[in-house]
């Protein structure tokens, strides 16, 4: 961790002196950025999120979290191409798990192609980065049901104000992937999950219709994905704020299908966001009797509001008007959300069971408020702090069985360069 | 006219096939006289891995059926200690397992002991109706034919689970309140930790590791084995003068004599004062009192020979050793081996006969079972073999120590 402070300051420090000279050598273009030669960059980026924590009632997480330590390079190759690369650092300041990995075709605006390791096409929230987000956590839809990164190929651009993107991808993105040791008969063939396939279509389908400006940038985005999971434990899971589980992966064999719907607005310095989405998975011959069972749903939505009291605008990357040590104290903003995660059986006949294999599962859902406070006093650093109350349908199935409802808090240190 | 005759026929029909439906209960499931039949329904990749991970205890679901009535959604898992078995499985049924309120007979659960360890198949049925005929607090238990997904699994024990409901039909109600709210322990044999009551110590971890809590989990350490803790302190402290008036206020002593009497009689090697340690039972704090009783369990190494010494160590365990200190709880020991002797004369051999005509073609037919039919033939002739030699041995060492008149038989 200390070396890899240590080299974000020498980077900051070298890149800073440099930015204002020509644009060859050592710049700094947004962020420490090698210039090659025109097209041809080298960007370093970095990422840093430091989580001090308070839980009531206590649920034995640690209070002090290292919540994110990024190290990444991102550029052109040329004005065709473009790409990036991150990599997790974990506590012991050794590298972990790689994040984006991809190469990017951007010759024409109405049709671009990416491939490697990224973000599949689903999910507003899921979509934004880490340090991007309005609150320190994502709803627990976009964390649990949006499929998050995979390997793949996507095909995306802009055709007028329609966006559009389509990929096939390996698996079925890292969110739903198995975290659990299985238990293998011998000989038995361990299937992976996917191929899948992911699209998503975004529009400012106001803007066409005869309403007042201020709504004709609001964005409706609709999306879909659609993969094969194979026999086993593998169904999507329901994991609470700080990850304990509220239920439990089922049995489940056949399709697996997303939609979601998204909205995003930004009128001035406020911001207004929901999303919906949901997950279907067939459980074909998965009954104590091999029989098949009715699908699996995983429903999600929320619905966010922000404010910049201190007047900045929402849609621009976020640059403090009046930072501190500047004569002002930075940018200060307010937000609120409320969201939901349920899972359930869409059969409902008979008696509900919490075992895997239950036609009518015993439904469980997280409702979560989100009350937040983000300060940036400069560029690129900010502090978050939220406090955050979940309440559990099902008292049996919570992070302590018998209790319903539980508050958290947490102050973010957050850097980005 | 006519018609009346009819309707009146009709109605006689209906009432006599209601009667012929009488409600099922448990005292039926577990109906000592009749072989039953159990039906499973497992997924048939669970059931595969139930077997392949046989020393893990994870849970699987299935339905049940037994006489048309069927359990849905319950849970499944391997059990036991050297009798946990790959091929024919030992299994515990939690009905409460996924839907906390369901129950099947009102039972949340069940065992069905797959006799790996049994040869004969009915030493540990016939030690429990032996124990229950003799006032002991013992599981029901019989026998079944197990079928999982339509396909014999084997010859299994069909065993009442000890358990809230157990205690509930063992010690009953005062009015309307079943006393079945108590501390149940069930006794953790440690392997390699041979323990015969002696004091641990004020700490209560060696305590909480030998009884595993099995009702009012979610008390304090110190309500749940302070306790236990002070009782084997006390058994281990008090002097043979107040023994009676200060253990006795926390444990049944007439009732612990009685049950490691009757353990020596059948001959149980592996029990209470076993070879190596206290093994197989359970241990009941009754409901808003002080007092703990034993309750029976897991008797399959029961008849081990007729000539199991009548006084086999007994001066190894502390509490034994103490108990049998005070005058009238020796004499009570000798009594009730004798008692035991008369209650099994006629009775135990008949049982014994009983049990193994009624499993007879069921053990057979079960090729899973770790042992040939020509090793269940001859350990089936040992068991017939045992109780009028063991009546008489009995008698005969009674007899010797207590300083009577040697009955007729006796070398």
Redesign the interface.
């Known amino acids: 961790m200390r070396k890899f402070l240590l080299t974000a300051i020498v980077v900051l420090v070298s890149a800073a002196g440099a930015a204002a000279q020509d644009k060859r050598g050592l710049v700094w273009d947004d962020r420490p950025t090698i210039v090659f030669a025109e097209d041809v960059t080298l960007g370093i980026r970095g990422r840093l999120q430091l989580d001090w924590r308070q839980f009531e009632p206590d649920i034995e997480e640690d209070t002090f979290d290292l919540r994110t330590a990024r190290i990444g390079i991102q550029g052109d190759l040329t004005r065709h191409f473009s790409y990036e690369m991150e990599r997790e650092i974990d506590r012991e300041g050794t590298f972990g798990d790689w994040k984006d990995v991809y190469l990017n075709w951007k010759t024409f605006d109405r049709i671009r192609l990416k491939g490697g390791r990224f973000k599949m096409p689903f999910g507003l929230e899921q979509n934004t980065g880490p340090t991007e987000t309005d609150f320190a956590y994502r709803s627990l839809a976009s964390t649990l049901i949006a499929p998050g990164r995979d390997r793949g190929a996507m095909i995306y651009g802009e055709l007028g104000r329609l966006v559009y993107e389509a990929g096939i991808f390996d698996d079925d993105g890292a969110n739903a992937e198995l975290e659990e040791e299985r238990?293998v008969?011998?000989g038995e063939d361990l299937e992976g999950v996917g191929p899948s396939f992911a699209g998503r279509v975004q529009a400012d389908l106001l803007r066409a219709l005869p309403v007042p400006n201020r709504l004709k940038g609001a964005n409706f985005g609709f999306a879909y994905t659609n993969a094969y999971v194979p026999?086993g434990l593998n169904s999507l899971k329901g994991e609470a704020v700080w990850g304990a589980d509220f239920f439990e992966r089922v049995?489940v064999k056949g399709r697996r299908q997303r939609m979601g719907a998204q909205f995003d607005w930004t009128p001035g310095p406020t911001g207004l966001k929901a999303e919906w989405m949901q997950s279907r998975e067939q459980r074909l011959n998965?009954?104590?009797?091999?029989e098949d069972l009715s699908d699996f749903i995983t429903s999600g939505w929320y619905v966010s509001g922000t404010w910049f009291i201190t007047g900045e605008d929402k849609d621009d990357n976020i640059n403090p008007r009046q930072p501190l040590f500047q004569g002002g104290i930075g940018a200060v903003e307010l937000g609120v959300r409320f969201d939901e995660l349920g899972l359930r059986s869409a059969s409902t006949e008979?008696?509900?069971?919490?075992?895997?294999?239950?036609d009518y599962q015993?439904p469980n859902s997280d409702r979560v408020w989100t009350f937040g406070v983000s300060w940036m006093p400069i560029r690129r650093v900010r502090v978050v702090t939220n406090a955050i109350y979940e309440t559990f349908e099902d008292t049996?199935r919570t992070p302590i069985p018998g209790t319903s409802s539980f508050w958290s808090g947490l102050v973010r240190l957050q850097l980005v360069f | 006219m006519r018609l009346i005759a009819r309707c009146l026929f009709a109605v006689a029909v209906v009432v006599c096939m209601a009667g012929g439906a009488v409600a099922q209960t448990a005292d039926d499931f577990f109906n000592p006289d009749v072989l039953q039949r159990v039906d499973m329904?497992?997924?048939?990749?669970?059931w595969?891995?139930l077997k392949?991970?046989f020393q893990e205890n994870?849970y699987y679901?299935?339905?049940v059926t037994w006489n048309g009535q069927t359990v849905?959604?319950v849970?499944i898992r391997s059990r036991g200690l050297g009798s946990r078995s790959g091929t024919k499985p030992g299994l515990r049924v939690d009905v409460d397992?996924?839907?906390?309120d369901?129950t099947f007979l009102g039972l949340k659960s069940f065992v069905l002991d797959n006799l790996t360890q049994d040869k004969s198949g009915v030493r540990e049925t016939v030690a429990m109706r032996f124990f229950t005929r003799m006032g002991i607090p013992t599981p029901r238990e019989t026998h079944t034919r197990l079928y999982v997904?339509g396909n014999y699994a084997g010859l299994y024990a069909l065993v009442e689970s000890v358990d809230k409901t157990m205690m509930g039909r063992v010690f009953g109600s005062i009015g309307d309140n079943v006393q079945n709210d108590g501390y149940l322990f069930e006794y953790n044999y440690v392997i390699g930790r041979p323990w015969r009551f002696e004091y641990e110590g004020s700490a209560l971890g060696p305590y909480k590791q030998s009884f595993d809590i099995k009702t009012n989990e979610s008390k304090g350490d110190s309500a749940i084995w302070g306790p236990i803790e002070e009782l084997v302190r006390l058994v281990n402290s008090t002097a043979a003068a107040s023994f009676q008036q200060t253990v006795g206020a926390r444990l049944d002593l007439p009732a612990f004599v009685r049950y490691i009497a009757v353990q020596n009689f059948v001959a149980q090697n592996d029990g209470f004062n076993g070879y190596d340690g206290m093994n197989n039972f359970y241990f009941y704090r009754l409901e808003n009192s002080t007092s703990h009783v034993f309750i029976a369990w897991d008797e399959d190494n029961a008849f081990l020979s007729p000539d199991f010494q009548i006084t086999t160590r007994l001066g190894d365990n502390v509490l034994t050793r103490n108990t049998l200190q005070v005058p009238a709880f020796n004499s009570q020991y000798y009594s009730v081996l004798l008692e035991a002797a008369t209650s099994a004369s006629d009775w135990l051999q008949q049982e014994t006969q009983r049990q193994l005509g009624m499993i007879a073609a069921a053990m057979q037919e079960d090729t899973l079972k770790p042992y040939s039919n020509a090793e269940h033939a001859a350990d089936r002739d040992t068991m017939l073999a045992f109780a009028p030699a063991r009546v008489t041995y009995v008698r005969c060492e009674v007899a010797k120590v207590v300083g009577t008149t040697l009955p007729a038989g006796c070398s």
Do not use: C, I
């Open positions: 238990f008969l011998e026999e049995y998965q009954s104590n009797r091999n008979g008696t509900a069971f919490t075992n895997p294999r239950a015993v049996s | 329904w497992m997924h048939s990749t669970d595969d891995k392949a991970a994870t679901p299935a339905d849905y959604n849970g397992r996924y839907s906390k369901l997904n």
